[in-house]
């Protein structure tokens, strides 16, 4: 019988020929990820007694979540974070100069197609985008790993979603995600893996399946795969160690491999999608979106920061404003993008626009800060989560779109269809 | 056999994490996180007490990984979560922590807000003793209780390691 990526990740990782759904396995992790929560899981091993990690190459830390610190509390969890990694000797560590951590897995190297990553961040399933399982969990879970090096899991069952047709002009990967959320639900992958395949996926670039898995967890994904072809290659390879390049290569499922289920999703004819609040799988096209007037339009985030996206917003915003009542916040995903964006002349079409430019960084996705939203006002946001009280006041309503929708939103100060129009 | 009993709070489906810990008290002293531990329901905010339980539907602690959201019922003093199904890393993260959750496909059908729970952990039997019903949970795997009998997964890496406390 043939094995999804899961099942092989998962064999591999408890040294077994072969894992059945269901079945418990002692996983050996290739590769762990934290950010702020490392102050947690740093107190806990301190706590504890434990000065060493079982491995300290295959760890990397960076400070994305509240970089640079808005609050005194924060920068004492930074400051215990830079005790812990100088203690324990940990190699991968980027401080705040690096970007958002998912964003920073793949260009500092860390991922490997085919391998188990670990991170202190549900949106972990992003390793997926590269044919690596990743997953989130929590902070004690974090110690136990760092201090031994595996960890519990349940093999889950996999499902396909086979996505077919090209997209329109203007509709984007965070589209279909929303698209998923919303026909499916946020629970269709609860506790189970997915494949993204069929040839758009194929055709996809690699920060657009980024956004895809990346959102996996948002429709309850433990791993939200697409397979590791030439084009993950040709990204991955310059950024991998040359000593580990040999670990880099193509990764597929098995043809006869067991799907628990398999979904055909056309998106020749798809419309922008928008998330109403409090939920992401409340979900409408643009068509039906009405008349919502915002105050804010944010983006950026481990979902839809990528040059890809601000090269988007930068052609919808040549040469117009960003609309007189509205805050339009941008953060660029990483330094290199960051740094890409500047020396492609992106930075200077947004801020000539009128749009706020941070530094690489959450920024107020999670509520943290950088743009949080007063009682009764709203955000369009091409992050992943619209939860009551996210992005600051529970009387706040965040809205999730793709980049374009929030650019164009922005310009018009509510939320409006993207699409170039006809005629 | 561990009995757990309580009077029942309930919730629907899709309750996430970031109400159970909000973004916005992160950095925030206990006694300001407790007034806005699950802010959707106010009068749980208001009333609950230690021992009470939860009775929730599909996909309780969906969103982040933060562990602060299951920790934060426990500290209330939660007794046991029953739910139809759980976000898988905040299920993850409360057996770390050994705060006990079952998974119990018709819970919500048979619980009305304020009557009395009793759950065995080990073979997942939920009793209503207020309307004298009993329902079969899933049975948690033996890894599972065996974390949580020992009061969680760092208990387990000190019996592990050998560290004495």
């Not at chain 1, 947690?40 to 970089?67: F, P, S």
């Not at chain 1, 791993?223 to 193509?250: C, H, M, S, W």
Request: hydrophobic share 40%; with cysteine.
């Amino acid at each position: 019988m043939g094995m999804t990526l899961a099942e092989k990740v998962l064999a591999k990782a408890s040294s077994r020929k072969e894992v059945k759904p269901g079945e418990y396995v002692t996983a050996k992790v290739d590769q762990v990820m934290s950010q702020e929560a490392f102050a947690e899981v740093y107190q806990i091993l301190k706590e504890e007694g434990i000065d060493r990690v079982w491995d300290r190459r295959k760890v990397a830390i960076m400070l994305d979540h509240k970089a640079p610190p808005p609050t005194v509390p924060d920068a004492e969890a930074h400051k215990l974070i830079r005790e812990g990694v100088k203690k324990l000797g940990i190699e991968g560590w980027y401080d705040m100069r690096a970007g958002i951590c998912h964003q920073i897995m793949g260009e500092k190297g860390h991922i490997i197609p085919g391998e188990l990553v670990l991170g202190t961040d549900s949106h972990s399933t992003t390793y997926g985008a590269f044919g690596a399982a990743g997953t989130g969990i929590g902070v004690s879970e974090m110690a136990y790993v760092l201090a031994t090096g595996e960890l519990w899991m349940t093999v889950p069952s996999t499902i396909k979603m086979v996505i077919e047709g090209d997209l329109p002009k203007g509709v984007t990967s965070k589209d279909i995600l929303l698209f998923i959320a919303g026909k499916y639900t946020t629970q269709v992958a609860q506790y189970k893996a997915v494949e993204f395949k069929g040839p758009a996926a194929e055709r996809m670039s690699i920060a657009s399946r980024m956004t895809m898995a990346n959102m996996g967890v948002e429709i309850g994904a433990k791993f939200a795969f697409f397979e590791a072809d030439q084009k993950t290659l040709d990204y991955l390879l310059p950024y991998v160690k040359v000593e580990a390049q040999n670990r880099v290569g193509i990764f597929q499922s098995d043809p006869d491999a067991h799907y628990d289920q398999v979904y055909e999703i056309d998106v020749s004819r798809l419309e922008p999608q928008v998330a109403f609040p409090h939920d992401v799988g409340n979900v409408k096209p643009i068509s039906e979106v009405g008349e919502i007037r915002i105050n804010q339009a944010f983006l950026g985030s481990c979902t839809n920061g990528r040059l890809e996206d601000l090269e988007i917003a930068a052609g919808l915003l040549k040469g117009k404003k960003v609309h007189s009542e509205v805050r339009l916040i941008i953060f660029p995903a990483s330094w290199e993008i960051y740094l890409k964006a500047l020396r492609g002349g992106i930075l200077e079409t947004l801020i000539e626009a009128g749009a706020v430019v941070c530094n690489p960084g959450c920024g107020p996705c999670l509520g943290g800060h950088m743009g949080l939203l007063a009682a009764g006002e709203r955000c369009i946001a091409s992050s992943n989560r619209n939860f009551k009280g996210r992005m600051g006041s529970t009387e706040a309503e965040v809205y999730l779109g793709s980049p374009a929708t929030v650019v164009a939103s922005a310009i018009a100060g509510r939320i409006v269809d993207p699409r170039p129009r006809k005629g | 056999m561990a009995l757990i009993k309580g009077k029942v709070w309930k919730f629907g489906d899709n309750v996430n994490t970031d109400v159970m810990a909000p973004g916005f008290v992160f950095t925030a002293p206990w006694e300001e996180v407790r007034k806005v531990v699950l802010h959707i329901h106010p009068k749980f905010t208001r009333e609950a007490k230690p021992g009470d339980v939860i009775v929730a539907g599909k996909n309780w602690g969906c969103g982040s990984s933060r562990e602060q959201a299951p920790a934060n019922l426990k500290r209330l003093g939660i007794g046991c979560i029953v739910a139809e199904s759980f976000g898988r890393i905040y299920f993850r993260n409360s057996v770390a922590i050994a705060l006990p959750s079952i998974v119990c496909p018709a819970v919500s059908e048979v619980f009305d807000e304020g009557d009395e729970l009793e759950l065995e952990l080990e073979s997942a039997r939920v009793k209503n003793i207020t309307k004298g019903v009993e329902l079969e949970g899933r049975r948690p795997s033996n890894d599972m209780l065996s974390i949580i009998a020992k009061g969680g997964i760092i208990a387990a890496l000190r019996e592990r390691l050998k560290i004495k406390k």
